[in-house]
């Protein structure tokens, strides 16, 4: 809050609301016989297409610093909105709809602790040269954007270079049916130390973006049916990515050259296809992945350059590949994984192996228990020989589950001649951890 | 009475009687029954059943179905010098043979299945299992009477159905893993879903796994494969194909029987 926020009026009328009807309607009256913004009075605005204010336009040149401006419902066709004064807050009532008309972005935010809350922002239309957004936040600090509803917009809510932002509880759709034509639904670019928590998006090429921006958290939220990925995250460090759900992206969760990142309690359900990965890590240095569920993906876990990892007591169920872990990946150690019904358990794509797996549950394992000890006596190895050629060639995916593959795989089991050798778990659990 | 229905009936009866039949069912029985008793779930006991279809209903249709036949040469030869067309009692020894070997198996591993609805196995997954299984008995049905009528001698006849067996379960398989290594840097993924409609074992197996969701999930192929048979047209397809692997063998069976000279 700047130090003339709206506490100042607040403090003189006790915040009644009798004090605050009269206080809004000497503010529309001068508003509408000078037809110039007021000075030093206008704290608290209302914005009515009926009313003595009719465009938020003029609300916005009118307020002050620290200004709250209610937009009453209604359908508002407006040149592009720019907020400048800092401190301002924006707020719709029964959900009044801010229309791009296909032509612009709908609103910016360009001012340090800006409130937007409770809009309907809608229709900013497609163009190639700029990012048009249902909300952009432009080089502002600390703005809190809450429940709001963006529909049918190229990006959702964009932010640039806007450090400790909050992007809170709303609701994104997109309309875009193509990559090329639909932007992502909540955009981070250089903005460090933001905080998205709650928010459900669906529709959009990335659900979740971030670009050079560290420090943030992503806690609670909902992205499914992307165009490409549920959230994308490059050259962001230090991130935690909590308690979301990602469904039916096309191609999954991408997280890319970042370094020590948290990635706890999620769900990564039903990404299917050929380059379809719950979540793929690339060039990750660092982090935790820890109690997420990966559930009916085409590949689990995808593990490409990533180093010194815990992935622990995570679920794999029910997917082709519950974890492709590449030989450029070192360092990384499994430990209390559930892995049940997949195709495959593990794969890589070598024969040396530099991750370790210890503890994990698989239900593969047809080891035995004599000392009661909980874990098997039989060291447990998840690569099957048939997983390595199907990855070799993929055609030979046709005779899964054929009598001879698991002839073939019971051999090789026996005697190793392709398989990693080194990659075993020693102490595979004999009953599922959870 | 019919002929056909006639010479179905001594069959049955003479197959019913059998203890080999009843071992035949019980198994399947005691292996679904035995999966869902270790808390495995509907799609985990449909999957390790496929396992025992693939590999033991070919080899009992095959060599139970070719050791019948020549059980009941003085039968057949029986009837042969009885006024009867030739293809009425094929039919009624065909069916007479497959029919209780059908029976057997949807009553052994569809039983379990029935008790254990709350498991949650897909009614698609379960049709296609059955429709498999039965399929697969009455394409080694027909292959084994066709063996058993070629030649007299009876170790060759077992022998050639168990070089057909294998030759189905593991040979092609192998020929097929064989050829996708070494020519895997062509786009081969449509011929090799050719050669699978090639084998009856191969199209039963596609058949249950597309139903299974498992296969869809296995990226650019699988994603191929449950277009060709997990779509409508695709299970249509295999399912004719597995028809055509039913009816074949019997025809080539039917033709060796009307001008076979006993």
């Known amino acids: 809050m700047t130090p003339f926020g709206r506490s100042q009026p607040r403090a003189g009328h006790a915040g009644t609301a009798a004090g605050r009807r009269w206080r809004v309607t000497v503010a529309g009256l001068g508003l509408a016989i000078a037809g110039v913004p007021l000075s030093g009075v206008a704290a608290q605005l209302v914005v009515d297409p009926r009313g003595p204010v009719p465009t938020i336009t003029a609300a916005l040149a009118a307020a002050q610093p620290g200004a709250h401006v209610t937009v009453r419902a209604g359908t508002y066709r407006e040149p592009l909105l720019v907020i400048t004064t800092p401190g301002l807050t924006l707020e719709g009532e029964g959900w009044p709809v801010l229309d791009g008309q296909e032509a612009h972005t709908v609103l910016v935010i360009a001012a340090d602790d800006v409130t937007v809350r409770g809009l309907v922002l809608a229709h900013s239309g497609v163009a190639n040269l700029d990012d048009r957004a249902g909300l952009k936040v432009r080089d502002a600090r600390r703005c809190l954007v809450e429940g709001n509803r963006l529909r049918d917009n190229l990006f959702g809510t964009y932010l640039q270079r806007s450090a400790d932002c909050r992007v809170r509880d709303n609701d994104i759709e997109a309309h875009g049916t193509r990559q090329t034509t639909s932007g992502n639904g909540i955009h981070l670019w250089y903005s460090p130390g933001a905080l998205v928590e709650g928010n459900r998006v669906r529709g959009h090429r990335d659900g979740i973006y971030f670009e050079f921006s560290p420090g943030g958290v992503t806690r609670g939220n909902v992205s499914e049916r992307s165009q490409r990925y549920g959230l994308h995250f490059m050259f962001s460090d230090s991130c935690r990515y909590e308690g979301n759900t990602f469904r039916d992206n096309t191609s999954g969760v991408a997280v890319m050259y970042s370094r020590g990142i948290t990635i706890t309690g999620n769900r990564f359900e039903r990404s299917w296809g050929a380059a379809a990965y719950g979540l793929l890590l690339k060039d990750i240095l660092g982090g935790t992945i820890a109690r997420n569920t990966f559930e009916r993906n085409s590949t689990g876990l995808l593990l490409e350059g990533s180093n010194r990892l815990a992935v622990a007591d995570n679920d794999f169920r029910q997917n082709g590949w519950a974890a492709k872990v590449m030989a450029n990946a070192e360092d990384d150690r499994f430990t209390g994984n559930l892995f049940v019904a997949n195709a495959f358990d593990v794969a890589t794509n070598s024969r040396s192996s530099n991750s370790t797996f210890d503890g994990n549950y698989w239900d593969a394992y047809r080891g035995f228990d004599l000392d009661h000890d909980g874990t098997g006596d039989v060291p447990f190895a998840p690569v099957r020989l048939f997983a390595l050629v199907v990855e070799q060639h993929p055609a030979t995916l046709v005779l899964l589950r054929s009598p001879l593959v698991g002839m073939l795989d019971a051999a090789e089991r026996v005697l190793p001649v392709l398989t990693p050798r080194v990659l075993i778990d020693r102490h595979p659990r004999m009953r599922p951890p959870r | ?262």
């Open chain 2, 1 to 262: 009475m019919n002929v056909v229905a006639l010479v179905l009936d001594a069959g049955w009866r003479d197959l019913a009687r059998n203890r080999w039949l009843a071992a035949y069912a019980i198994t399947f029985f005691v292996v679904a029954e035995g999966l869902f008793w270790f808390g495995g779930t509907g799609p985990q006991v449909v999957l390790s059943v496929l396992n025992i279809v693939l590999l033991v209903v070919p080899l009992v249709s095959l060599v139970f179905g070719t050791l019948h036949v020549y059980a009941s040469r003085e039968f057949i030869e029986l009837l042969l010098a009885q006024p009867v067309p030739r293809g009425r009692l094929f039919a009624g020894l065909y069916l007479g043979l497959a029919l209780p070997l059908v029976g057997a198996f949807l009553l052994g591993a569809g039983l379990p299945f029935a008790l254990n609805v709350r498991a949650g196995a897909s009614p698609a997954a379960l049709a296609a299992l059955m429709t498999a299984g039965s399929a697969l008995t009455c394409a080694g049905a027909g292959a084994a009477m066709w063996f058993a009528l070629r030649t007299d001698d009876r170790l060759a006849g077992v022998g050639a159905a168990l070089g057909a067996w294998l030759l189905a379960t593991v040979v092609y398989d192998g020929v097929v893993l064989a050829a996708a290594t070494s020519l895997g840097d062509w786009p081969i993924e449509r011929p090799v879903l050719g050669l699978m409609l090639a084998n009856p074992v191969d199209l039963a197996r596609m058949l249950v796994l597309t139903q299974l969701d498992v296969s869809a999930l296995m990226g650019y192929t699988g994603a191929l494969f449950e277009r060709t048979f997990g779509s409508a047209i695709g299970t249509t397809v295999a399912v004719i194909a597995l028809g055509a692997w039913c009816a074949g063998p019997a025809l080539l069976a039917l033709r060796r029987f009307r001008r076979r000279d006993f």
